[in-house]
C-alpha cells in the first residue's frame, strides 16, 4: 500500500509539473532531494558508529544484561500470555533496552527475532496474537532517553544545541508509551487471550 501512495504521489507531481510546463522543477527537485539524502545519510554515519560502539561497550560490561533484567517485571506484566521462560522474552527486553538508548537500528533485529518467536505460539498464524500487537504498540512508542538518531540529523543540519530536545523527547515518548500501554489493556480486556502454558522441562533447558 506505502509503494501505491508514493507511485500516486510522484504521477501526480508529475502530471503537474508537464500541465504547468516546469518538469525542470521536477527535475531539480529529484536532484536536490537525493543530494540532501545523501548528505544527512552521511552525517548519520558518525553518530551512529559512535553509539553503535558505546551500545557495544555497555554489552560487553554487562549493562544492557543488567537493564534488561530490570526490565524483566515489567515485561512480565505487559506480556502476560507469552510464557515466562520463552526465548521471545530475551529478544523483547534487549529490544527495549536499545530503544531506551535511542538506538533504533540496533533495536529492529531484535524487534524482528521477538516477533517470529511469537508467531511460534501463535494460535491464529493468520492474525497478529496479543503479544505481537503490545509488542508493536511497544516499540512504536518507546521511551527514548536519548534520541541518538534526531541529535545526529539536527547535527548535521548546524543546530547550535541538538541536544536540547532530550527533555521534550523523553515527555513526549512517556506520554506515548503510557497512551499505548492504556490501548493496549483496553484492548486485551476486551480480547481475553488463551493462557499459554510454560515450556516442558526439557524445553526449558534448551532455552537456557
Known amino acids: 500500500m506505502i509503494n501505491v501512495i508514493w507511485i500516486f504521489m510522484l504521477v501526480v507531481g508529475f502530471v503537474?509539473?508537464?500541465?504547468?510546463?516546469r518538469v525542470e522543477v521536477v527535475t531539480e527537485a529529484v536532484f536536490d532531494g537525493a543530494k540532501t539524502g545523501v548528505s544527512v545519510s552521511f552525517g548519520l554515519i558518525?553518530?551512529?558508529?559512535f553509539w553503535l560502539g558505546m551500545m557495544r561497550i555497555a554489552e560487553d560490561a554487562g549493562l544492557l544484561q543488567r537493564?534488561?533484567?530490570?526490565?524483566?517485571?515489567?515485561v512480565?506484566?505487559?506480556f502476560?500470555?507469552?510464557?515466562?521462560n520463552h526465548?521471545?522474552?530475551g529478544f523483547i527486553?534487549?529490544?527495549?533496552s536499545a530503544n531506551l538508548l535511542g538506538l533504533g537500528n540496533a533495536a529492529t533485529p531484535m524487534g524482528i527475532r521477538a516477533m517470529q518467536e511469537l508467531q511460534k505460539i501463535n494460535p491464529d498464524k493468520s492474525v497478529a496474537s496479543p503479544a505481537m500487537c503490545t509488542l508493536l504498540a511497544i516499540n512504536t512508542s518507546s521511551i527514548t532517553l536519548i534520541p541518538t538518531t534526531l541529535i545526529a540529523i539536527?547535527?548535521?543540519?548546524?543546530?547550535?544545541?541538538?541536544?536540547?530536545?532530550v527533555g521534550t523527547t523523553l515527555i513526549a515518548t512517556i506520554i506515548a508509551t503510557i497512551a499505548a500501554i492504556l490501548a493496549d489493556r483496553w484492548y486485551r480486556s476486551r480480547h481475553k487471550p488463551p493462557i499459554i502454558p510454560s515450556l516442558p522441562q526439557q524445553d526449558q533447558a534448551a532455552v537456557g
Open 87 to 89: 526465548p521471545a522474552l
Open 154 to 165: 539536527r547535527m548535521n543540519f548546524g543546530s547550535a544545541h541538538p541536544a536540547e530536545i
Open 46 to 49: 558518525s553518530i551512529m558508529v
Open 16 to 21: 503537474a509539473a508537464a500541465a504547468q510546463g
Open 80 to 84: 502476560p500470555d507469552v510464557p515466562r
Open 67 to 74: 537493564l534488561a533484567k530490570l526490565l524483566g517485571p515489567i
Open 93 to 96: 527486553m534487549s529490544n527495549m
Open 76 to 78: 512480565r506484566y505487559l
